[in-house]
């Protein structure tokens, strides 16, 4: 009988941005075996992306301890060199280079240890590029999780394409959908109307088409006084996300003229939706969680519909549309059949669907003699010109093992050193979002 079905489900999410924080933590709590008290430690991999405390406010989600380490510091924790408790399972809430440096330095720390944890990876949200990167990055994990019967056939094509072993993909759904179903427009005298942009860090790039997208949505707000037009923001400036943004929406408004109508939001995406009657976005994630409580949902065409921007992912979803015909009234009606195949469970069924991944994890920690050593696609010998330089950029050596002058785990940074990290990260943010762009500028003279 596995430890989990007499004690609390001990896990353990290590993430580096506040989404892949919040898909973590959400994604460990579902896919933990039914009626089962899970312990939850969070553990944020120190980057440009750590998130800061307002982040994660927002998103919402608790745990029993949070600390920020280095992968280094992470994988003596691991290894039992805190003197932590063994988990049941890791969740690696990486990116994808992430994710394979944790794969490479928790093999090397696990040798020889059979009950080691189940280590669970998978993606935050639509993979509409680089797929075969990311995947063989996340490739020897006990379970890489596929957010909808379409990305699971992608994955295990992908998998056996190259020889690789594919029984780890496992279908499940985003783990933050939820929320009251659409109830339909409000009458007037309850609320206004309300058509919320679902803003995205990097998606447009430029600020042609960063400011293109502000101005129809102001113009969109004056020519519908009577509505509530709200632009939905991921982070402040200064901070990051997932993504880079280095001409954040704030600082764009600050040269518009913006009616009374509307204003910027920031908070938690399902509270936004609470209030939503249209939502309209380039190609973000919100449209999913939007779709699944079957709000009326828009991903735009003005830009084109292009792999750059990510909204080639909806082509056949029957949202796509601009902001004429919405200005004109138009409402896309999503198709039935491509809203099924992407997890979105608008009509039920979502509850279910964390069930294999449940069933697989309970296989896992009561299978005799413990679990298997974790076994990458990606090794010295199959990858000799690339591995080696993401483990580097984790300061772990080709075979796992820390490099010599990687940062100590046996005591936490001093007032100095935290002060010093800090800077860093300040410094970084603001050569991103001041420094580049102007050299970028100067670059086009």
């Not at 999503?334 to 449940?358: I, K, L, N, S």
């Amino acid at each position: 009988m596995p430890a989990s079905a007499t004690k609390a489900l001990r896990v353990a999410v290590l993430a580096d941005s506040d989404t892949r924080w919040k898909w973590g933590a959400l994604t460990a709590t579902r896919i933990s075996p039914e009626k089962t008290e899970i312990h939850l430690d969070g553990y944020l991999l120190r980057g440009r992306a750590t998130p800061t405390p307002r982040q994660l406010r927002e998103v919402g989600v608790t745990a029993d301890s949070l600390r920020e380490v280095t992968a280094v510091e992470f994988l003596r924790a691991m290894g039992g060199a805190a003197g932590e408790e063994p988990y049941d399972v890791l969740v690696l809430a990486l990116v994808g280079g992430g994710v394979q440096a944790m794969l490479h330095g928790l093999g090397r720390v696990w040798e020889d240890r059979a009950e080691r944890p189940v280590v669970v990876t998978g993606y935050v949200g639509v993979v509409y590029e680089k797929l075969a990167d990311g995947l063989l990055l996340r490739h020897g994990a006990d379970l890489v999780l596929a957010n909808s019967r379409q990305d699971a056939d992608r994955f295990r094509a992908v998998y056996e394409g190259v020889g690789a072993d594919a029984t780890a993909v496992t279908e499940v759904a985003l783990p933050f959908l939820g929320g009251a179903a659409y109830a339909g427009e409000p009458d007037a005298a309850d609320r206004p109307y309300t058509v919320v942009f679902a803003a995205q860090p990097s998606v447009p790039d430029s600020r042609k088409d960063r400011t293109y997208l502000l101005e129809r949505l102001i113009r969109h707000a004056r020519r519908h006084p009577e509505r509530e037009v709200l632009l939905k923001l991921r982070s402040k400036p200064g901070e990051h996300t997932t993504h880079i943004e280095e001409l954040p929406y704030q600082k764009l408004v600050q040269r518009a003229d913006p009616p009374p109508n509307f204003r910027l939001v920031y908070g938690h995406m399902g509270e936004v939706l609470d209030r939503t009657d249209l939502l309209v976005t380039i190609s973000s994630t919100a449209a999913l969680e939007s779709l699944h409580r079957r709000v009326p949902t828009v991903v735009l065409t003005d830009l084109g519909v292009r792999e750059a921007l990510g909204n080639h992912h909806f082509v056949g979803s029957g949202c796509l549309a601009s902001w004429d015909q919405l200005d004109e009234g138009h409402r896309p009606a999503p198709d039935p059949e491509w809203v099924a195949r992407q997890g979105v469970a608008a009509h039920g069924g979502y509850e279910t669907a964390f069930d294999e991944a449940r069933t697989r994890i309970e296989s896992l920690l009561g299978r005799p003699g413990g679990r298997p050593p974790l076994t990458p696609y990606y090794t010295p010998v199959t990858a000799p010109g690339y591995l080696p330089g993401i483990l580097a950029r984790h300061h772990l050596a080709p075979d796992g093992t820390p490099l010599p002058g990687a940062p100590a785990a046996d005591k936490a940074p001093g007032p100095v050193r935290q002060v010093v990290r800090r800077a860093a990260r300040g410094a970084y943010r603001h050569g991103v979002q001041r420094v580049a762009p102007v050299i970028r500028r100067m670059g086009e003279l």
